[in-house]
C-alpha cells in the first residue's frame, strides 16, 4: 500500500469508476444484470464521500462509496487485477477513519455474497439478510454491519 494513494473522487472520475464497476469479475454469470448498465455518475460522486485508491502511476485500483445518513458503505469495488494486493483493506481502514471523522459508530454493509467473508475479515458482524428484489437484483444479500472504533 505504499505506492497507493487514496483521493476524494470527483465528477471527472465518474467515467472510471463506472468501467471499473461494470469490468468487475465478481459480477459474472447470474450476478451479471447487476452492474450491466450500472453507472457512477458525476452527481453521485458530488453528492457523496466518494474515494478511490491510485498507483503512481494514476491508475485507479478500487474505490468505495460511504452514505452518512443513515450510515452505510454503499459502494466498494477493486480492480480486478489488484485483486490480493491489500486495496481493499487499505480502501476499508480509510473509510473507518472517515466514518469516525464524521461521527459515527457503526456502518452498514449490504454485500455482494461472494464479498460477505472479506467483510467479516475485516471486522464486520453479520445482521440478517437483505432479500431479493427482482428484477434489479434477483440474490438475497447479506447485511452485516462494520463497528468504528472510537480511536484509531
Known amino acids: 500500500?505504499?505506492?497507493?494513494?487514496?483521493?476524494?473522487a470527483t465528477a471527472h472520475d465518474a467515467k472510471r469508476l463506472t468501467a471499473l464497476v461494470r469490468r468487475s469479475r465478481a459480477y459474472e454469470g447470474p450476478y451479471a444484470s447487476m452492474v450491466a448498465g450500472y453507472r457512477v455518475g458525476p452527481d453521485y460522486i458530488e453528492a457523496h464521500p466518494v474515494f478511490l485508491a491510485m498507483d503512481d502511476a494514476g491508475a485507479v485500483l478500487g474505490f468505495y462509496a460511504l452514505l452518512l445518513n443513515p450510515p452505510e458503505l454503499d459502494l466498494m469495488f477493486v480492480a480486478d487485477a489488484a485483486q490480493g494486493l491489500?486495496?481493499?483493506r487499505g480502501l476499508i481502514e480509510h473509510m473507518t477513519g472517515q466514518a469516525?471523522?464524521?461521527?459515527?459508530?457503526?456502518?452498514?454493509v449490504v454485500s455482494h455474497p461472494p464479498s460477505e467473508g472479506f467483510y467479516r475479515s475485516v471486522g464486520a458482524q453479520r445482521t440478517?439478510?437483505?432479500?431479493?428484489?427482482p428484477p434489479a437484483v434477483a440474490w438475497d444479500r447479506p447485511e452485516l454491519l462494520l463497528p468504528i472504533p472510537a480511536d484509531g
Request: aromatic share 0%; proline share 0%; no cysteine.
Open 1 to 8: 500500500m505504499d505506492a497507493i494513494r487514496i483521493r476524494r
Open 86 to 88: 491489500g486495496i481493499g
Open 100 to 108: 469516525r471523522d464524521a461521527g459515527l459508530t457503526a456502518v452498514r
Open 128 to 133: 440478517g439478510t437483505v432479500r431479493a428484489q
